[in-house]
């Protein structure tokens, strides 16, 4: 196991499921993957703009070119 770099925010590459925003916001921020995917589908089915924001970090978060 690596451990977690808390450098930059960037799209983490190796670990992604659909853009890799989850787990470079759970690398950055030194959370598990799976709990912050997990929070994140849980908080769809609440009102907010959670999937824009999404949408948003995926356009803006630098993929991270490191591997």
Known sequence: M???SYGRLTRDTRHKVVAGVCSGLARRFGLSR????A?????????GPQFIAYVLLWALMPADDRY
């Open 34 to 37: 799976g709990g912050l995917r």
């Open 2 to 4: 690596t451990t977690p």
């Open 39 to 47: 929070a994140f589908v849980i908080s769809c089915v609440l009102p």
